[in-house]
């Protein structure tokens, strides 16, 4: 790079404002001379207003931000690490972490500001589909290794029974038989989202929405409420119309059965709101658009001893639930490349659909 500090935004804008991470080129006084456009957003202003000011002004503790200015002029260190809060125009300080690394440029430093709430969130997701890979292997796994000696026990007790003569021994092998198809479904259940083809087609998110809610309104036709919240600009995108009626189904169906109290009450509601997220990171990847479905109820929320389990298969917060649904709706979101998260507390549970957009 041969460029001067003073040409530093013509180079670095087209680059820098497609980035998620708050960005600062800095001169060696201090003075910032380009911010990236998440900067701008979070910050709250206009890059011009940003652009020409001290950027140890925009610290709640501007002497650290300086220490770690003058360490980057004098190569006192490659990278310069540090927690700090960022003060916002008319909002509360924000917990960074911030990152100050010299350039190749002589008086220029790099300040890249990470918020440790976005940190979080990018470690949680990681996580999660880490967790649902692993998942999804051991369940493939498990389950073909049920599967195979459920036929031998099958075909063994079906002979047995045409042997033996007394009713009673007769009622036995029929338990055995009953028991061993409700275990061949429960298998067949979890093997369903492998085996199914992924039929791919234009989607439209709200005609995948108003399926749902008529087949919840057909089974609560009184005190349940499904509020339609839409934002009708989203366009339409390639994926599995049917795969995505059963994941939304699945989790209204959820929902619907937590709210039992407040639908005898006749003041349950679930909310289907539609939104579109720009420059949004999800699974390890950044995204110019996408599609947020949040599926809102006014239930009980999730019990804490399965919160962090919750997309875990045959963990269920309610007796005689298979614990399947969800698991099964992770699957049909991550093939569709996009991510599933839940925030709930007492009296508001919301699930969170991401699916990029083109």
């Not at 040409?7 to 087209?14: R, S, V």
């Not at 028991?179 to 479904?185: A, G, H, K």
């Not at 962090?308 to 005689?320: M, N, T, Y």
Request: include cysteine; charge should be negative.
């Amino acid at each position: 790079m041969t460029t001067s500090v003073g040409q530093a935004p013509l180079i670095y804008a087209q680059a820098f404002d497609l980035l998620a991470t708050l960005v600062a080129m800095v001169r060696a006084d201090g003075v910032v001379v380009f911010a990236n456009a998440a900067l701008e957003d979070v910050m709250g202003v206009s890059r011009r207003t940003i652009e020409g000011s001290a950027m140890a002004n925009y610290f709640s503790e501007a002497q650290s931000f300086e220490s770690a200015l003058q360490g980057a002029q004098t190569n006192a260190f490659a990278t310069m690490r540090y927690d700090a809060h960022l003060c916002r125009s008319l909002q509360d300080p924000m917990p960074v972490h911030v990152i100050v690394a010299p350039t190749d440029v002589m008086g220029e430093v790099l300040v890249e500001l990470l918020p440790l709430e976005q940190q979080t969130r990018q470690d949680r997701e990681e996580r999660l589909i880490d967790q649902a890979q692993a998942n999804k292997e051991l369940i493939r796994n498990l389950a073909h290794e049920i599967k195979n000696p459920l036929g031998g026990i099958r075909g063994a007790a079906q002979l047995l029974q045409m042997e033996v003569e007394s009713r009673d021994l007769i009622e036995y092998t029929q338990v055995i038989i009953h028991e061993v198809d409700r275990l061949q479904v429960l298998v067949d259940r979890l093997l369903a989202p492998h085996r199914c083809p992924h039929v791919v087609g234009d989607v439209n998110i709200h005609e995948v929405c108003e399926r749902v809610r008529s087949l919840i309104l057909a089974e609560f036709p009184k005190g349940l409420r499904v509020v339609r919240d839409y934002d009708t600009s989203i366009p339409e995108f390639r994926g599995d119309h049917e795969q995505l009626i059963q994941t939304v189904l699945n989790i209204v169906h959820n929902a619907a059965q937590a709210l039992v109290e407040r639908v005898a009450a006749g003041d349950a509601e679930i909310v289907l709101r539609t939104r579109v997220s720009r420059q949004v990171t999800f699974g390890k990847q950044r995204y110019r658009l996408a599609l947020e479905l949040h599926v809102v109820d006014n239930g009980p929320g999730i019990p804490e001893e399965i919160k962090d389990k919750l997309f875990f298969p045959l963990v269920s917060g309610r007796d005689g639930g298979s614990g399947l649904g969800l698991n099964l709706a992770q699957t049909f979101v991550q093939q569709h490349h996009g991510l599933i998260e839940c925030d709930s507390v007492p009296g508001r549970t919301d699930f969170k659909i991401l699916i990029p957009l083109p």
